[in-house]
């Protein structure tokens, strides 16, 4: 069983960076000791709108810091963000989220996985949901973005969805898992 001897704050902003060690004592009696800087943030929502008869997909597209200085790309990603006080659920966080960032009504909510998105690195749970849209409901001008966000609505087809996913081209890690499963719920009810 783990056993936690020490968390220490090292630095704050939007969340916390933590130096963590953790005892294990495994059944053989082998004892090991993990000391690992841990970015403790809370957990997170995302989601992937999608028009079912218009057969497109809402993602959006923003400048990070981390791909930018890897690889100097923008990457797409899915609507994603924190779970706020004041969202009374988790669903609701979401709601939320694809109006502000997408300018979207969803409907139909559907909750895909709860994953750590980097467990060696990042205490955060994010809980991904597939949604619907109408696409001729779109309000962009309407979404009412946080101070820092400078976030680019990009709406693309299913097959360009998939065709990104089938050359390998996305990389973001919550768009991923939820392109897998939105493939695999259409191709469960044979809507492709």
Not at 57 to 67: F, H, T
Not at 90 to 96: H, N
Not at 119 to 133: I, T
Not at 165 to 185: D, K, S
């Amino acid at each position: 069983m783990p056993e936690l001897i020490r968390r220490t704050s090292l630095f704050e902003s939007k969340g916390r960076i933590e130096d963590v060690e953790v005892r294990v004592v495994h059944e053989d009696g082998r004892e090991h000791i993990t000391t690992d800087p841990v970015w403790v943030y809370g957990d997170s929502i995302a989601v992937l709108a999608y028009d079912p008869q218009a057969k497109t997909v809402l993602l959006v597209k923003q400048l990070r810091v981390a791909p930018y200085i890897m690889e100097e790309i923008v990457i797409l990603e899915a609507c994603a963000g924190g779970i706020e006080a004041s969202d009374p659920s988790i669903e609701d966080a979401c709601k939320r989220e694809a109006q502000e960032e997408l300018g979207c009504e969803l409907r139909n909510l559907r909750k895909v996985a709860n994953v750590f998105i980097n467990p060696a690195r990042l205490a955060e749970r994010a809980h991904l949901f597939l949604a619907e849209f109408t696409s001729a409901a779109l309000n962009i001008e309407g979404r009412n973005q946080d101070e820092d966000e400078d976030i680019e609505v990009v709406e693309l087809s299913f097959k360009e969805l998939c065709a990104l996913h089938a050359a390998q081209e996305i990389r973001c890690p919550r768009l991923l898992m939820l392109t897998q499963a939105l493939m695999i719920e259409k191709a469960s009810h044979q809507l492709a």
